[in-house]
């Protein structure tokens, strides 16, 4: 499976406790992107990435939660902290740099916060 | 910044019916338009994506068309499967971001009974 690589699929914490998840882009695209999803909710963005520079990244992006992508390939996103309103699928994305590359979504990291 | 709306919510169809899921957006300058289908707890996929220097694509059952006067664009399967059941989300580029930031609409859940 040449696809987006996310682990772990779950992630069960509790309140107060730090997280990380890792995500495995597709190998030859360098643009990677992450995104929040909640329930009955569309994606909402978080920080994107070219190769190893964070480019861009949301207000929803406290100071609790970084991100990052220390080679260019893979990439991690921690929470510092965590809350209730923590819980959700994170998911991770991967582009090339062509002006019509689409994002490849993985299938996500759902957190559940106690 | 970008705001998008998708109508409507929840969609039912019979098999072999065509259904239609519509979303406005904000920002005059945008000019890419992605559609996204997923299923119960999978990834979202990349159905069909339209570029705003043309008013139709299509590609088999589904097609999308856009109006740049109005600010909508709409997505359209026809002929319906029941495999078609899912959650669809349409997006548009945040204002001012890169191409893979993007501003998604809050879904339609669109059910084909067979």
């Known amino acids: 499976d040449t696809g987006v690589s996310q682990n772990p699929r779950h992630k069960i914490t509790k309140r107060g406790q730090n997280v990380t998840f890792r995500c495995d882009p597709i190998?030859?695209?360098?643009?990677l992107y992450w995104y929040r999803q909640t329930l009955g909710q569309g994606p909402e963005f978080l920080t994107y990435?070219?190769?190893?520079?964070?480019?861009?990244k949301s207000r929803l992006l406290s100071d609790r939660f970084s991100a990052e992508r220390p080679k260019g390939s893979f990439s991690t996103l921690e929470i510092q902290r965590t809350e209730q309103g923590d819980s959700a699928m994170y998911l991770c994305?991967?582009?090339?740099?062509?002006?019509?590359?689409?994002?490849?979504f993985g299938n996500g990291t759902r957190l559940t916060v106690t | 910044g970008e705001n998008v709306e998708q109508h409507p919510s929840t969609l039912s169809v019979q098999e072999g019916d065509s259904a239609v899921i519509k979303c406005t957006y904000s920002?005059?300058?945008?000019?890419?338009f992605p559609w996204y289908k997923q299923e119960l707890g999978k990834r979202p996929q990349l159905i069909i994506d339209i570029r705003s220097n043309v008013g139709e694509k299509k590609d088999q059952r589904i097609a999308v068309t856009l109006n740049k006067t109005a600010k909508h664009f709409s997505l359209h399967i026809t002929e319906t499967q029941p495999e078609d059941s899912a959650v669809y989300f349409c997006a548009a580029p945040h204002y001012g971001g890169s191409q893979g930031n993007l501003i998604f609409g809050k879904g339609t859940k669109l059910s084909v009974k067979p």
């Open positions: 990435f070219q190769n190893e520079a964070q480019l861009e």
């Open positions: 994305a991967s582009s090339g740099t062509g002006g019509n590359s689409p994002l490849h």
């Open positions: 190998s030859e695209h360098n643009r």
């Open positions: 920002d005059s300058a945008s000019n890419y």
